[in-house]
């Protein structure tokens, strides 16, 4: 990836909403309608070769649409990245898990303290993910807690997509296309690794949408099959 040039003196800071899909017609046509296109500067559709139709009403409603070459979600956010024009990226989840009124406060608040990142945090102040249960509750808490402990950052939620930040500290902490690790975590081990200023909102995290049982159960060999990713990315990173 090419090095992102940082805006002159000036120049506005261009802030790109980044939304994979992969046969997500049902969220995308509930779900991107409430997003309003002055929020950002550009909406960049990356599709991993969806069979549903979202490919083509996506493109029918004037959607930048991008199908994504290698299979795989670290692959879609790389091809992403490589053809996102703005300064300011954010990964945006169509499904129905990222609320899309938090955009906004993202922008904002990624403004206003000129931070590096902004994470959409679902454990921050009165926050609440309606997508969690019982037990990636306790996942998700124990996660970020061992994370914070080994990084000394200070973290509440390290495992959401929702976030925005600068496209340039891709560069600064070094992050690759790694296909053996997971994206979210690389990324704020580094942020906390060379102490990049970034902070947290509060944002809730609705239930997913299309919650049909194939969509949802990951069954719990993938489940034991996320863990281990996100301990050998950790493991790694020490
Ligand atoms: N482009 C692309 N999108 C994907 C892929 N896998 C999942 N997605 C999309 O990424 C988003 C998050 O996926 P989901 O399965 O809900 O992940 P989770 O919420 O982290 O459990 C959804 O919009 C999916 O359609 C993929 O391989 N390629
Ligand atoms: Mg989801």
């Not at 061992?146 to 340039?168: E, H, P, Q």
């Not at 995290?205 to 950790?234: C, N, Q």
Request: hydrophobic share 40%; net charge positive.
């Amino acid at each position: 990836m090419g090095r992102s040039r940082l805006p002159r003196p000036g120049e506005k800071v261009k802030t790109t909403l980044l939304v994979p899909t992969l046969n997500e017609i049902i969220g995308v046509k509930a779900v991107m309608p409430q997003i309003d296109r002055s929020w950002v500067d550009e909406i960049l559709i990356i599709d991993g070769n969806s069979s549903d139709g979202t490919y083509d009403y996506c493109v029918s409603q004037g959607y930048r649409v991008v199908s994504q070459k290698e299979p795989g979600v670290c692959a879609a956010w790389w091809e992403g990245f490589a053809a996102a024009t703005g300064d300011i990226i954010i990964l945006f989840s169509p499904d129905g898990n990222s609320d899309p009124k938090a955009i906004p406060r993202l922008v904002a608040k990624m403004h206003e303290g000129n931070w590096d990142a902004v994470i959409a945090s679902r454990y921050l102040g009165g926050a609440k993910s309606h997508d969690d249960s019982f037990l990636t509750y306790i996942g998700n808490r124990a996660f970020t807690k061992i994370l914070n402990m080994l990084f000394r950052s200070k973290y509440t939620d390290a495992l959401v997509m929702y976030k925005a930040f600068k496209k340039s500290l891709l560069e600064t902490l070094s992050l690759h296309n790694r296909k053996d690790s997971v994206f979210e975590v690389m990324f704020c081990i580094r942020g906390a690794k060379y102490n990049i200023p970034v902070t947290e909102i509060p944002a809730d995290e609705p239930a997913r949408i299309d919650a049909s049982d194939s969509r949802v159960h990951k069954g719990l060999w993938g489940r034991i099959r996320g863990g281990l990713w996100m301990i050998k990315t950790i493991w790694r990173e020490l």
